[in-house]
């Protein structure tokens, strides 16, 4: 790219956060990553449009839904395209367990997840940068589209090597391959969120954020629940076959070549099919934000400073220290006693229909002035949640026979997990509620996605800490071979190699989750009165003086 005619120094509005956790570690959809829309960028379309439509306005014939199906529709499948690799990497911790890697490996793939909650960083570039003649958004679209499905070809000629490597899988090559489709999908989703304000009419376009909901959630569904369903043997050959076999109807390798493929493709047709400014008539698009690449890192360095903002971040950086070892560590907790990981993976399945209701009945009792009251109220019962996740696992052992698992067990799973969504629903729903109450209206899109972000990261960096502290917590003493221990890999295989086996005599999971409801009651009693007197702060405390 190069500064001329050909390329265009603007900025769009900064985009929603997107992230990813499972049971939350069974990695599924985390709702809580999703910003509000932008009011600001619809009153200023609707102020440009109000002057180019005057006089005409009555003869204009407002868009209906089935003119702009196929504008619809493209943006649907866009998005369930960037939901693919996050379900992907959703994956792999599963598999990674079942081949007995580290927690500390586990801990270092964690940071997969981590590109959807930084994405503010890059945001103003993508939104800033472009060939015009080629498109705003097209731009960043097509060379991002590409690279994800060459890297998706990529992986699908070397990931049976790097889980099979000598010594066990290659954590540190897996990681950066996933974290660069995690990287690139981010990116991705910073164009499309952008391109479908410009690509629906200002009539139509409260449908994109249906299209992101619906797109992403099943993509996830067919990278994630519906691989890990058709990779097992065991799941194959219980349903969907006659005569067992070996192996699942899918491998990984195959998986990824599949849609490393269907990503080429759909990107080709994409780039010279589809018209990036293609205004139909009567179809008026909302006009878009043309602020500067470093006048909106000024403006969040401003909205940082902001002391109420500040204390703000401050608390939600550190809000979830107290669930970090339920929603990060149960679910591999679980695999590693004999869970099959595709039983954990269907579990999001009767979960959809709750996800869909919880933020609607819960946002009756957010809608008032003081939302976070109902953050501080479910605060308590998730941290009693996370103990009860702990006892979960401690009786799972004794639950499983030679068939597996008995049906009351995964009864009683689906609904620990039920009722851990109704928290973590009613503490997402109040924070959102509460972002949009304080933003600053002028600078909203921007002072939203921040919020979001320091959200998400206060998830982030507490999750990776847990898994990486399970191993140092745990204690193994070696049992049938004199004068040996397990402090270590190689001590492991001496044990072994001894005729020895080692055995847990603490496992580090139970000390955390200990420690962290501890944390979060301290945290609870202290800082969370500190949170609700937030809202009784006056408006002016939170407005940005730059826009003032």
Not at 473 to 499: D, F, H, N, R, W
């Amino acid at each position: 790219m190069e500064h001329s005619d050909s390329m265009t120094q603007k900025n769009g509005r900064q985009r929603k956060i997107v992230g990813t956790t499972l049971f939350e570690n069974i990695r599924g959809m985390d709702r809580g990553e999703t910003s509000a829309s932008e009011p600001e960028v619809e009153e200023e379309g609707e102020g440009l449009l109000k002057v180019m439509h005057t006089e005409d306005s009555r003869n204009k014939v407002r868009p209906g839904l089935r003119d702009e199906l196929g504008n619809i529709l493209l943006l649907l499948f866009l998005y369930v395209l960037q939901g693919i690799p996050l379900g992907l990497a959703g994956s792999i911790p599963l598999i990674l367990q079942s081949k007995s890697i580290s927690y500390k490996d586990q801990a270092f793939f964690s940071f997969v997840f981590w590109p959807f909650s930084l994405k503010l960083l890059w945001a103003p570039l993508v939104d800033a940068l472009y060939f015009s003649r080629f498109g705003r958004r097209k731009s960043w679209l097509v060379p991002t589209q590409y690279l994800l499905g060459l890297f998706m070809l990529y992986l699908s000629v070397t990931v049976n090597s790097l889980m099979q490597s000598e010594g066990g899988p290659n954590v540190v090559a897996l990681t950066a391959v996933f974290f660069m489709l995690a990287f690139l999908a981010a990116t991705q989703d910073i164009a499309v969120d952008g391109w479908a304000l410009t690509m629906l009419s200002r009539e139509n376009v409260g449908y994109a954020s249906t299209c992101n909901s619906v797109g992403q959630t099943a993509g996830y569904f067919l990278g994630n629940v519906l691989f890990l369903a058709l990779e097992s043997a065991d799941f194959c050959n219980k349903y969907l076959r006659v005569e067992p076999k070996d192996k699942g109807i899918v491998t990984l390798s195959e998986f990824l070549f599949f849609w490393g493929i269907v990503f080429l493709v759909s990107t080709t047709l994409v780039a010279i099919m589809k018209r990036e400014n293609d205004q139909g008539k009567g179809k008026p698009r909302v006009q878009e934000e043309t602020q500067g690449v470093m006048e909106t890192y000024k403006l969040l360095f401003s909205i940082i400073k902001m002391p109420t903002v500040f204390t703000f971040c401050s608390l939600l950086l550190t809000a979830k220290i107290g669930f970090s070892a339920a929603d990060a560590v149960t679910g591999l907790k679980l695999v590693e006693a004999g869970v099959p990981k595709e039983q954990l993976a269907l579990l999001a399945v009767p979960m959809v229909p709750l996800q869909i209701l919880l933020p609607v009945i819960i946002s009756k009792y957010t809608a008032g002035p003081r939302p976070l009251d109902v953050f501080y109220k479910a605060f308590p019962f998730r941290l009693l949640i996370g103990l009860g996740y702990a006892l979960l696992v401690w009786w799972t052992p004794s639950v499983k026979h030679d068939g597996g698992f008995p049906l009351y067990y995964y009864a009683i799973l689906l609904l620990s997990y039920a009722l851990h969504q109704v928290t973590l629903y009613s503490m997402y729903v109040a924070c959102m509620a509460f972002h949009a109450k304080v933003s600053d209206p002028l600078i909203g899109g921007t002072y939203m996605t921040l919020l979001n972000t320091v959200t998400n990261l206060g998830g982030n960096w507490p999750s990776t800490l847990a898994l990486w502290l399970v191993d140092p917590l745990t204690s193994k003493e070696c049992q049938g071979a004199v004068g040996q221990s397990c402090g270590s890999v190689e001590e492991v295989g001496l044990c072994v190699k001894e005729g020895g086996a080692c055995v847990t005599t603490l496992d580090g999971y139970y000390v955390e989750s200990m420690v962290c409801v501890v944390i979060g009651l301290v945290w609870w009693v202290w800082f969370g009165k500190k949170m609700r007197r937030l809202q009784e702060q006056n408006p002016a405390a939170w407005r940005c003086r730059a826009n003032r």
